[in-house]
């Protein structure tokens, strides 16, 4: 039988098959080959007791993709949560974010909470600075439940990482979406003994047919590991589009003359913001000591 890892906790894993949750032990081949199953891996399982649900997990398939931070295989896409005000957003975390995202081939939505304290004028601004980056903000209050139709339909189908800041109104967000959505979610939360609102481990969520979401602890810095300044621009969609439209190979984009990107800038095809950011990076990169 074929199922989803959906969290691994003492030796266990909880095994979603679209029915049920199994609780399975891991065959011993797995430490022999140092495998370590994920949250997210789609498994082979063998059925031992189907009234108690439980198992053993026989082989984990081929995974698309591994996250590190938080550990888990087989993202789609990642739902990152910001809020427009209280507190402000942080661009250049978010970006930081983003460009680690793109490293590893996820896209992004970008979703910012507390549109119910802001200006329209101020959600332009926000819209503005992701012009031509291919990132189409979302805006929603997770305090009047305003959005989250339009959120849901952006999971459904995909296991969907949910990150953010603390106090962006991340939990509040998937909270919502259990109470009106997710009722499933309540017998596979009695099986493995989870806190509704707690984020110690690692676990998705179920939420309908092949749709998961993977709540994850807040973070306030982003490190852009294992990025060097030469790929750097691959990892912002506005630049990459326009690579090898330069004057020169390996074009920075800081000070070449005939510089595509630079023009793109000063015509508002690209954010400013953005562009800053990219700068910033750049030259972070730049001094990072290598060892």
Same mark, same amino acid.
């Given at each position: 039988?074929?199922?989803? @890892?959906?969290?691994?906790? %003492?030796?266990?894993?909880?095994?979603?098959?679209?029915?049920?949750?199994?609780? +399975?032990?891991?065959?011993? @081949?797995?430490?022999?080959?140092?495998?370590?199953?994920?949250?997210?891996?789609f498994a082979e399982i063998a059925v031992l007791d189907e009234e108690k649900g439980l198992g053993n997990l026989e082989q984990i398939l081929p995974r698309?993709?591994?996250?590190?931070?938080?550990?888990?295989?087989?993202?789609?896409?990642?739902?990152?949560?910001?809020?427009?005000?209280? /507190?402000? /957003?942080? !661009?250049?975390?978010?970006?930081? !974010?983003?460009?680690?995202? &793109?490293?590893?081939? @996820?896209?992004?939505?970008?979703?910012?909470?507390?549109?119910?304290?802001?200006? &329209?004028?101020?959600?332009? =601004?926000?819209?503005?600075?992701?012009? %031509?980056?291919?990132?189409? /903000?979302?805006?929603?209050?997770?305090?009047?439940?305003?959005?989250?139709?339009? @959120?849901?339909?952006?999971?459904?189908?995909?296991?969907?990482?949910? *990150?953010g800041p603390s106090g962006v109104g991340k939990s509040s967000l998937i909270n919502i979406l259990q109470d009106e959505r997710f009722m499933e979610t309540? *017998?596979?939360?009695?099986?493995?003994?989870?806190?509704?609102?707690?984020?110690?481990?690692?676990?998705?969520?179920?939420?309908?047919?092949?749709?998961?979401?993977?709540?994850? /602890? %807040?973070?306030?810095?982003?490190?852009?590991?294992?990025?060097?300044?030469?790929?750097? %621009?691959?990892?912002?969609?506005? #630049?990459?589009?326009? =690579?090898?439209? +330069?004057?020169?190979?390996? +074009?920075?984009?800081?000070?070449?003359?005939? +510089?595509?990107?630079?023009?793109?800038?000063? =015509?508002?095809? #690209?954010?400013?913001?953005?562009? =800053?950011?990219?700068? #910033?990076?750049?030259?972070?990169?730049?001094?990072?000591?290598?060892?």
């Amino acid at each position: 039988m074929k199922g989803k @890892i959906i969290r691994g906790i %003492g030796g266990f894993y909880y095994v979603h098959t679209g029915t049920q949750i199994y609780e +399975c032990k891991a065959k011993g @081949i797995f430490r022999k080959d140092n495998i370590r199953p994920l949250p997210g891996d789609f498994a082979e399982i063998a059925v031992l007791d189907e009234e108690k649900g439980l198992g053993n997990l026989e082989q984990i398939l081929p995974r698309k993709n591994v996250l590190i931070r938080p550990a888990v295989a087989n993202v789609d896409q990642a739902l990152v949560i910001f809020a427009l005000a209280s /507190p402000k /957003p942080n !661009f250049n975390l978010l970006d930081r !974010f983003l460009v680690m995202m &793109e490293k590893q081939g @996820i896209s992004s939505i970008l979703l910012f909470n507390k549109k119910d304290l802001v200006s &329209e004028e101020r959600m332009e =601004e926000v819209r503005a600075r992701y012009a %031509g980056s291919g990132y189409r /903000p979302v805006f929603f209050s997770a305090l009047k439940k305003e959005g989250t139709e339009e @959120i849901l339909s952006l999971l459904k189908g995909r296991t969907t990482t949910v *990150a953010g800041p603390s106090g962006v109104g991340k939990s509040s967000l998937i909270n919502i979406l259990q109470d009106e959505r997710f009722m499933e979610t309540g *017998a596979i939360s009695e099986k493995i003994e989870r806190g509704r609102h707690t984020t110690r481990h690692t676990e998705l969520l179920y939420v309908e047919k092949d749709t998961y979401i993977l709540d994850t /602890p %807040g973070f306030s810095s982003v490190e852009l590991l294992g990025v060097e300044k030469e790929e750097l %621009g691959a990892y912002f969609p506005e #630049i990459r589009k326009r =690579e090898g439209m +330069c004057r020169f190979a390996g +074009c920075t984009h800081l000070t070449e003359p005939d +510089c595509m990107v630079r023009r793109a800038l000063s =015509e508002g095809e #690209i954010g400013e913001g953005r562009y =800053e950011n990219y700068r #910033i990076f750049y030259e972070e990169l730049k001094a990072r000591r290598k060892y």
